[in-house]
């Protein structure tokens, strides 16, 4: 995971990005880096990149407080995320070859609150107890991400909401099974109704 040039800082909005090899959780725990220390993510994207597809690059716009925004940026330029990410374990996944995989489009529209980029991360990403697949992986992956928070209410105000769309790509049909189960779960245990859909793209 490298720091894609130098950390971006003006008036608390951050702007940061970085490639490296893809890896199960890694949303996650760059989700849980910055929300731990109570700063909010404005914008993310993630992409695989092509013809390697086990590359990526991830951007992120990230509002901290005024007194907090340096010290967040002399943290990311000196490796203090990637630390965290490498002490999490987890290591690069086999290769997914995309284009061949079993797909869906996962929309996500919900009130925001702390967590909610990382948990829906941690469903994508999760190791599921499945047969052997050819692919040699048991979990999903992110293709494309795109996600903003914004308030309902516009400029003046109103309920904070995440909004995401993503192409999430499968080794086989068990995997994709179990998480569209896992993430059906979710939104009925939260009550989000149509706040989280996906739509197959097979």
Do not use: C
Not at 79 to 86: I, S, T
Not at 90 to 115: C, N, T, Y
Not at 183 to 194: A, I, Q, S, T, V
């Amino acid at each position: 995971m490298k720091t894609v040039g130098k950390p971006k800082q003006k008036n608390g909005r951050i702007e940061v990005a970085f490639i490296g090899d893809d890896r199960p959780f890694l949303i996650r725990e760059t989700a849980r880096f910055f929300e731990t220390r109570n700063f909010y993510i404005a914008n993310i994207s993630f992409n695989l990149t092509h013809p390697d597809q086990d590359k990526y690059r991830l951007d992120l716009v990230v509002h901290a407080p005024a007194n907090s925004a340096e010290h967040l940026v002399v943290e990311l330029r000196n490796g203090a995320l990637q630390k965290e990410v490498r002490q999490s374990g987890v290591p690069a996944s086999p290769r997914l070859p995309w284009f061949e995989a079993k797909m869906i489009h996962l929309h996500v529209h919900v009130p925001d609150q702390i967590g909610v980029i990382a948990k829906m991360a941690e469903v994508i990403g999760k190791t599921r107890e499945v047969p052997d697949t050819s692919l040699g992986r048991k979990h999903a992956s992110f293709v494309h991400l795109i996600g903003v928070t914004e308030n309902s209410g516009g400029a003046g105000g109103g309920t904070p909401f995440f909004t995401m769309r993503a192409n999430v790509a499968f080794p086989d049909d068990h995997v994709k099974t179990e998480v569209i189960d896992h993430l059906g779960n979710y939104r009925d245990k939260h009550g989000l109704g149509e706040g989280i859909r996906w739509y197959d793209l097979d």
